[in-house]
């Protein structure tokens, strides 16, 4: 049984960074492509950004190209999301998946941006 538990969630200022840490038990996490994909309040879901199986490729969302960088420690066996140049907007639950049909997903972490 995959599990995946999410941490690193905060309260930033705008402008700030942040880091979000994903560790997988039961898998490697380097068995999936892994995805990171948030909820603001009172939205939809939306694709963050995702890194494939052999970690050599990377995609992210429009609205975070450039702010965020989705990597992988292969060593704590974690997915990893910096999030730099915050914005009100990035404000949300974080949640990552596991697969590419998104067949894990952890319990999210909060990430609120507020001055």
């Known amino acids: 049984q995959v599990q995946l538990v999410e941490s690193g969630g905060d309260l930033v200022q705008p402008g700030g960074s942040l880091r979000l840490s994903c560790a997988v038990l039961g898998s490697t996490v380097n068995s999936y492509t892994m995805s990171w994909i948030r909820q603001a309040p009172g939205k939809g879901l939306e694709w963050v950004s995702a890194i494939n199986s052999h970690g050599d490729s990377t995609f992210y969302a429009e609205s975070v190209k450039g702010r965020f960088t989705i990597s992988r420690d292969n060593a704590d066996n974690a997915l990893l999301l910096q999030m730099g140049s915050l914005k009100p907007e990035d404000a949300a639950v974080y949640f990552c998946?596991?697969?590419?049909?998104?067949?894990?997903w952890g319990q999210g972490a909060q990430v609120t941006v507020s001055s």
């Open positions: 998946a596991a697969g590419w049909r998104y067949d894990y």
